[in-house]
């Protein structure tokens, strides 16, 4: 299976609201409620801030929030802040088995 | 708390064969769905592959273009996972992760995650 699309980079000022889109297709994103994404910070280990479309592990500010339409689903970070400059990936079941990454999108805090 | 370590990682050379651990602490081993994800150097997250437990059948999952070279497999006495690399690619080098899900959600995301292992493929 291809990997799912994101942009490659998204930017915006302290407390704006951003908004990372992962698209895919009818055999994964847009079959499956299965979705999650990842932050990772340079040099460390991805770490989970939502599991299935919508839900935040424990811990997880609620400043992150996501949601799917159709073949494409967002995360969105709203008052953004420095510390959540990073790269970002989604992560989509598709079927058999199996899960795709989107290939990552670095948020820049300006 | 779930911790997992994972070691074995080293530069090989291209054809070579290596084998990756991860140790487990803080949990019932035995009932964890358990996955690789590799990510080469600046790249991406990469899939490798995932099994289930023993009482889910301890089955072996594998992305389409990695059946055949990576083999995963799990030492519940140890609370060790294992990934059994064979003919080694340059393409294959990278930062090795263990991971594992929510509990009950079915293995559909990597809620914890070791430290990573560096794997080098080069001559």
């Known amino acids: 299976q291809s990997a799912l699309t994101q942009p490659a980079s998204v930017s915006g000022s302290p407390g704006q609201s951003i908004t990372i889109s992962c698209t895919g297709t009818s055999s994964d994103v847009g079959s499956y409620n299965l979705i999650s994404w990842y932050q990772q910070h340079p040099g460390q280990a991805p770490k989970l801030i939502i599991y299935?479309?919508?839900k935040r592990p424990s811990g997880v500010s609620t400043r992150f929030s996501g949601s799917k339409s159709g073949t494409t689903a967002s995360l969105t970070i709203s008052g953004l802040q420095a510390d959540d400059e990073a790269d970002y990936f989604c992560c989509s079941y598709a079927g058999s088995n199996s899960l795709v990454f989107g290939g990552g999108t670095k948020v820049t805090v300006l | 708390e779930v911790q997992l370590v994972e070691s074995g990682g080293t530069l090989v050379k291209p054809g070579g064969s290596l084998r990756l651990s991860c140790a487990a602490s803080g949990v019932t081993f035995s009932n964890l769905w358990m996955n690789w994800v590799r990510q080469a150097p600046g790249k991406g997250l990469e899939w490798v592959g995932r099994i289930k437990s023993e009482a889910d059948g301890g089955t072996t999952d594998y992305p389409a273009h990695m059946k055949g070279r990576f083999t995963i497999s799990r030492d519940d006495s140890r609370n060790t996972l294992f990934l059994q690399m064979d003919s080694l690619k340059t393409e294959d080098t990278a930062v090795y992760y263990c991971?594992?899900?929510?509990?009950?959600?079915?293995?559909?995301?990597?809620?914890?995650w070791g430290q990573g292992t560096l794997v080098t493929v080069s001559s």
């Open positions: 299935e479309v919508t």
């Open positions: 991971s594992t899900d929510i509990p009950f959600t079915g293995g559909t995301n990597f809620a914890f």
